[in-house]
T-cell receptor
Framework: NAGVTQTPKFRILKIGQSMTLQCTQD?????MYWYRQDPGMGLKLIYY???????DKGEVPNGYNVSRSTTEDFPLRLELAAPSQTSVYFC??????????FGDGTRLSIL | QKEVEQDPGPLSVPEGAIVSLNCTYS??????FMWYRQYSRKGPELLMY????GNKEDGRFTAQVDKSSKYISLFIRDSQPSDSATYLC?????????????FGRGTQLTVWP
């Protein structure tokens, strides 16, 4: 049982480039989330999804987009990378009132 | 005022010590309270999960929730070097279909042999 899997683990981008962070879960969870974690800070919610085809903005959505075409996958897209998007990105999933389960993150540097 | 306040530390203790980690919050709607442990370069791992007030014990770990004071705690007994990590408190409101979590900043703990 893999849980929540994120790829890639590390990535360096140039300013203005685009990329997609991948997240997949094999627990049949309906809720999925994207967070970013900056040094010394808690996690901030970027986008979330309550099921396939349904997504909505979280606390810090600017500069990001998401889609949810299947229950398992919830990719996060950066269209025009900016230095302020240098961070560690975590994907999480849950079902019902159960707590969220997290992946191991993608470390992204934008230079 | 941030919704969840947590002292970032760092906290350094000798092996065998009792560790106390705390968070305060301002939103009285919070009903679910969690502690996550995060090792370096890894994702948060659920450690304790409680609903409403009271205590919950799991091995060397005890979580306490005092809703009247809006204060939650995590106690670690007989601390071990393997407990060295960042501990994040998180909470959410009941009835929220989103189940959005509000996180503290995390407390960095080092347990030295």
């Amino acid at each position: 049982n893999a849980g929540v899997t994120q790829t890639p683990k590390f990535r360096i981008l140039k300013i203005g480039q685009s990329m997609t962070l991948q997240c997949t879960q094999d627990m049949n969870h309906n809720y999925m989330y994207w967070y970013r974690q900056d040094p010394g800070m808690g996690l901030k919610l970027i986008y979330y999804s309550v099921g396939a085809g349904i997504t909505d903005k979280g606390e810090v959505p600017n500069g990001y987009n998401v889609s949810r075409s299947t229950t398992e996958d919830f990719p996060l897209r950066l269209e025009l990378a900016a230095p302020s998007q240098t961070s560690v990105y975590f994907c999480a999933s849950k079902t019902g009132d159960q707590p969220q389960h997290f992946g191991d993150g993608t470390r992204l540097s934008i230079l | 005022q941030k919704e969840v306040e947590q002292d970032p530390g760092p906290l350094s203790v000798p092996e065998g010590a009792i560790v106390s980690l705390n968070c305060t919050y301002s939103n009285s709607a919070f009903q679910y309270f969690m502690w996550y442990r995060q090792y370096s370069r890894k994702g948060p791992e659920l450690l304790m999960y409680t609903y409403s007030s009271g205590n919950k014990e799991d091995g060397r770990f005890t979580a306490q929730v005092d809703k009247s004071s809006k204060y939650i705690s995590l106690f670690i007994r007989d601390s071990q070097p393997s407990d060295s990590a960042t501990y994040l408190c998180a909470m959410s409101a009941r009835g929220s279909t989103l189940g959005r979590l509000y996180f503290g900043r995390g407390t960095q703990l080092t347990v030295w042999p």
